[in-house]
């Protein structure tokens, strides 16, 4: 299972702690070709040699291959050329287990104050009391806050709600409206709190 031509990629930098999105180019039968970064400056950002992660979503099911920058391919526009993986070293990953982290991060709903449980980047997991009135489906718009970062706004719909004692409630929202540079954002933090916590393992 190969990504196909102007499909969307995501790359992860692991030496770097970054996060980018591309596209696909062209596939040949030993590499393929991908274009510059979207959403950060490609300035030294791909030098030769560079180990990335590629990942990749067909038919809501997500796969991730590791590979290397070969270099660049200058045409009408630059190209970066990676290695093509054998089909067996494509791995079919789950999304929310790669990118869920658990974390208490501040959200503000309908002026209400909050926080995350935890987050990713199709939703997150937040608590609140029995006083704010929600129900499952109802569409809702806020803003995160995730440190070291610009506020991200988003719109979601409610997936499910969860009755805990002590007058709690956990609410399970996902995504429907989020730019994607505050994505991009979600998943560099998500990735970042992931490294962090391997590390202290």
Known sequence: MYPKVNQKIVIEIP???LICHSMVAEVSDDEIL????MDQDPVGLFPEGTSIAVSFT??????????????RKR????LFRITKPQENQIQKIQLRENFRVETTIRLKIDEMELHTINISAGGLLFSCTFEMDLKEGEELSGTIFIP?????SFKGVIKR???????????AMQFTVLDRKDESKIV????Q???QMRMKR
Do not use: A, W
């Not at 991908?34 to 970064?37: K, N």
């Not at 560099?188 to 990735?191: A, E, I, K, L, Y």
């Open 58 to 71: 067909v038919d809501d099911n997500k796969y991730q291959f590791k590979t290397k920058i070969l270099g």
């Open 148 to 152: 070291d970062s610009s506020p991200i």
């Open 161 to 171: 709600i969860r009755v805990l004692e002590n007058n709690v409630k956990h609410v």
């Open 34 to 37: 991908i274009s510059q970064p």
């Open 75 to 78: 045409e009408r526009i630059s």
């Open 193 to 195: 709190k992931q490294r």
């Open 15 to 17: 030496d770097k702690d």
């Open 188 to 191: 560099q933090f998500c990735f």
